[in-house]
T-cell receptor, first 114, second 112 residues
Framework: SAVISQKPSRDICQRGTSLTIQCQVDSQVTMMFWYRQQPGQSLTLIAT?????????ESGFVIDKFPISRPNLTFSTLTVSNMSPEDSSIYLC???????????FGPGTRLTVT | KNQVEQSPQSLIILEGKNCTLQCNYTVSPFSNLRWYKQDTGRGPVSLTI?????NTKSNGRYTATLDADTKQSSLHITASQLSDSASYIC???????????FGAGTILRVKS
């Protein structure tokens, strides 16, 4: 299994500012993902965080708005840039273990933009 | 288009009762189907994962079924407890591209 921690757990930010969310895993993993969950909705994949190279973004998400870093196999950050109230969501980090279908999710970061 | 639909959208049951949640999908080619439980304010936690060849899988009081021919799955909860109150999300994985398709979830409330 994998234990995932995220920081911060929640934040309230003003529009126009940026927030960086950290994701730490207790073991080395190949696949790391960032998801967004808007109020009352299910999860939407933002991007796959690739170690040592640029993240792979899903349709509708761009690097300028959601820059992602992954310096090693246990850590990643997601930045939400130039925030607007529409960015108010829960942001979740997820990992998939090698040779396993299991995908584990972090506790999420609840972001409110005012 | 790959889609996962869940029903009902929400459900209220009395503690101790059983319930069944439904999931229909159109994801192809199919790799596996997962059920997750998401408590309020937390990330989803995996309950079961089933591949094409599995048609039933249990995890304690949770039993998932899969009919790959009709592309339907169900999650049966036996002897419900207050702690079962959560959102239950059906997720289907396509065979290529490592992508998960999420259902909208069923919100279950167990009351005493």
């Amino acid at each position: 299994s994998a234990v995932i921690s995220q920081k911060p757990s929640r934040d309230i930010c003003q529009r126009g500012t940026s927030l960086t969310i950290q994701c730490q895993v207790d073991s080395q993993v190949t696949m790391m993902f960032w998801y967004r969950q808007q109020p009352g909705q299910s999860l939407t994949l933002i991007a796959t965080a690739n170690q040592g190279s640029e993240a792979t973004y899903e349709s509708g998400f761009v690097i300028d708005k959601f820059p992602i870093s992954r310096p090693n196999l246990t850590f990643s950050t997601l930045t939400v840039s130039n925030m607007s109230p529409e960015d108010s969501s829960i942001y979740l980090c997820s990992v998939e273990l090698m040779l396993s279908y299991e995908q584990y999710f972090g506790p999420g970061t609840r972001l409110t933009v005012t | 288009k790959n889609q996962v639909e869940q029903s009902p959208q929400s459900l209220i049951i009395l503690e101790g009762k059983n319930c069944t949640l439904q999931c229909n999908y159109t994801v192809s080619p199919f790799s596996n189907l997962r059920w997750y439980k998401q408590d309020t304010g937390r990330g989803p936690v995996s309950l079961t994962i089933m591949t094409f060849s599995e048609n039933t899988k249990s995890n304690g009081r949770y039993t998932a079924t899969l009919d790959a021919d009709t592309k339907q799955s169900s999650l049966h909860i036996t002897a419900s407890q207050l702690s079962d109150s959560a959102s239950y999300i059906c997720v289907v994985s396509a065979k290529y591209g490592n992508k998960l398709v999420f259902g909208a979830g069923t919100i279950l409330r167990v009351k005493s």
